[in-house]
T-cell receptor, first 109, second 112 residues
Framework: GQNIDQPTEMTATEGAIVQINCTYQTSGFNGLFWYQQHAGEAPTFLSYNVLDGLEEKGRFSSFLSRSKGYSYLLLKELQMKDSASYLCAPMDSNYQLIWGAGTKLIIKP | TAGITQAPTSQILAAGRSMTLRCTQDMRHNAMYWYRQDLGLGLRLIHYSNTAGTTGKGEVPDGYSVSRANTDDFPLTLASAVPSQTSVYFC???????????FGQGTRLTVV
């Protein structure tokens, strides 16, 4: 079956760095997306990895290892506005996104 | 730029009644999706459409129907609502299968 595993909740301090891990099992693979979702709002796109390695985009970076079925999202210089849920979503062989339950990130001053 | 718009924003619906959730996008995206999001669970795909005139069933299609008469609109109908359909519903669209999806603001539906 298809399965996504990511921590339910994480806490970090403003200005620090946090890494949110995601492991996945899918029927085929066509890349992996990370989305950010603030409470009561719609998910918004953060990053897309299809090849192994690190993709950097400002304060956010995303890493993929296809052989290990593993990805992480790295957030640097944390700001209070980064408090949100972060959704890991690999795409299967039918180009359908398989969504994890998300990691709720709490930023403390 | 509107992007993708859902209506209504929220609704309280009596069990047994029917309702259509509306979704319109102005990005000329081929693919559109309906998800439901429940506390503690990931987004679950209800129905999808890869192009106008075609639809497909997702993970949780029972009790829901969709149509895709044109590129822009993708309405979701609940024929006879039940309390377990209480959820937040998101419509999304993407240009092609492997590109990012854009989401509407969501419809919060409560079935009582």
């Amino acid at each position: 079956g298809q399965n996504i595993d990511q921590p339910t909740e994480m806490t970090a301090t403003e200005g620090a760095i946090v890494q949110i891990n995601c492991t996945y099992q899918t029927s085929g693979f066509n890349g992996l997306f990370w989305y950010q979702q603030h409470a009561g709002e719609a998910p918004t796109f953060l990053s897309y990895n299809v090849l192994d390695g690190l993709e950097e985009k400002g304060r956010f970076s995303s890493f993929l290892s296809r052989s290990k079925g593993y990805s992480y999202l790295l957030l640097k210089e944390l700001q209070m506005k980064d408090s949100a849920s972060y959704l890991c979503a690999p795409m299967d062989s039918n180009y359908q996104l398989i969504w994890g339950a998300g990691t709720k990130l709490i930023i403390k001053p | 730029t509107a992007g993708i718009t859902q209506a209504p924003t929220s609704q309280i619906l009596a069990a047994g009644r029917s309702m259509t959730l509306r979704c319109t996008q102005d990005m000329r995206h081929n693919a559109m999706y309906w998800y439901r999001q429940d506390l503690g669970l990931g987004l679950r795909l209800i129905h999808y459409s890869n192009t106008a005139g075609t639809t497909g069933k997702g993970e949780v299609p029972d009790g829901y129907s969709v149509s895709r008469a044109n590129t822009d609109d993708f309405p979701l109908t609940l024929a006879s609502a039940v309390p377990s359909q209480t959820s937040v519903y998101f419509c999304a669209s993407s240009d092609r299968g492997h590109t990012e999806a854009f989401f509407g603001q969501g419809t919060r539906l409560t079935v009582v």
